[in-house]
């Protein structure tokens, strides 16, 4: 057998995935979720959410303010971009 008869020779069916126990599953994503979200990493995630909203914020003030370009110029100084 050549190898492109390898490549074009028809494949046996993929087996298909056994049914996952809905409440097992549930169960591992719960375990798994308190071993990611430590109390730590929790406040700092809520800690850059507010960060975000206090940001997001000032941008519509600046955009109310002063108007398009002045917005595009400050999100480029916020975001450190230099062009």
Do not use: C, Y
Not at 40 to 49: C, G, P, S, W
Not at 73 to 80: N, S, V, W
Request: cysteine-free.
């Amino acid at each position: 057998m050549g190898l492109l008869s390898k490549w074009l020779a028809p494949r046996p069916p993929a087996a298909k995935a056994g049914r996952v126990d809905a409440a097992a599953a549930q169960a591992q994503r719960q375990q798994l979720g308190e071993r990611l979200l430590t109390p730590e990493r929790e406040q700092l995630i809520a800690h850059a959410f507010e960060v975000r909203r206090a940001k997001a914020k000032v941008l519509e003030e600046i955009a109310n303010e002063i108007g398009q370009e002045r917005m595009v110029e400050a999100l480029r100084r916020m975001l450190g971009d230099k062009g």
